[in-house]
């Protein structure tokens, strides 16, 4: 455990038992950042060698409250109440402060007239930047314009078709917490319940509430995706429940064997069948032992998920399925790889 007499993390001025750290996350070289609450160095690194050090912002006492990186410029974008978001980079020489940059935007709505409290941040895979609010959720993607004062840098409603009609995604709604799965996906915590979109973000796929779903509570404050093995964890005030997505972070290639489960099919199951292993986005084809094909899906990530039904909704008949996989990346050399499931009526 790190604190401040074994570390460069520095205390509250004006309470030395109070070490205050509000979010962490590694970054593609190892380098562990952590946000230093109220303290005179917002922002703490701790290199994969062990050695760290404190960064002091160019505002004064600010009291960062989420962290996400950015994996495409590694820059780190932050909530602070007060000052909407904050962004850090800390150039090439990491621990070094003489290339360092800050930058600081209020999160302005054009619906409200008026500058929205933002309560969380995500960097998704692309390097665009996510923001939930009190009212809604906005989206940032100028990338390194931030630091120069571009025009084009002010936040925007992402426009889309949901439930209630077409307009501003979530306006009214208090986003609390977003996140994405291994197909892109994004996972949105809100005050009524979870919304999921799909990778463009221009459609709601699923929305789970107290009232379809075994959710224990509407306001989920947390959501941390295990993008390997498809699970969602959700953190409401009635404690942690596990979700099983229909999607896994898939590689370039597929792994050396698929996984697949149950395996075999019992005749009292009817749930979903697992696949993975699989290469991102492949195309998967279910074969019988004769060579005929009775059903074919796509991956989402490296997962694909089959209900043990042919093309016609019907449940094929007892035996030994292929689950053929080929991947859709190098379309003039294809990569395939064969699993087999048993299944039993």
Known sequence: MYYSENSALQTVPGDPNNTRVSDVGFDSKGNLWATNVLSPTSIYVRTESGVDKGFANNF????????????????????????????????????SSNDDRWANFQVYSSFENQNILPKCVYADNEGRI????????????????????????????PIMQDE??????????????????????KWIGTSNGIYVTNNAVDEVVLHLTTDNSPLADNNVTV?????????VYIGT?????????????????HDAKLLIYPNPVRPEY??????????????????????KLVYETHSLG????????????????SGVYFVIGTTTQNTENPAGIIGKVVLVH
């Open 223 to 231: 959501l941390e995706i295990d993008k390997k093995a498809g699970i």
């Open 130 to 157: 996510w923001i939930g609010t009190v009212s809604g959720i906005f989206v940032e993607d100028c990338g390194s314009g931030v630091f120069d004062g571009s025009e084009n840098c002010g936040t925007r409603f």
């Open 164 to 185: 209630t009609g077409l307009g501003p995604f979530l306006y009214g709604q208090s986003v609390n917490f977003i996140t994405e799965d291994g197909a892109g996906r």
């Open 237 to 253: 005030r009635a404690g942690v429940q596990m979700y099983r997505t229909d999607a896994s972070i898939g590689n370039p290639y």
């Open 60 to 95: 004064g006492q600010i009291r960062l409250i989420d962290m996400s990186i950015d994996p495409i410029n590694e820059y780190l974008w932050c909530v602070e109440p007060s000052r909407g978001i904050v962004v850090y980079d800390p150039g090439k020489e990491v621990l």
């Open 270 to 291: 009817s749930g979903p069948i697992i696949i993975q292993g699989l290469a991102h986005d492949s195309d998967v084809k279910i074969a019988d032992i004769n060579g």
């Open 302 to 317: 490296g997962q694909a998920i089959w209900y043990g039904k042919d093309f016609n909704g019907r449940k094929v008949g």
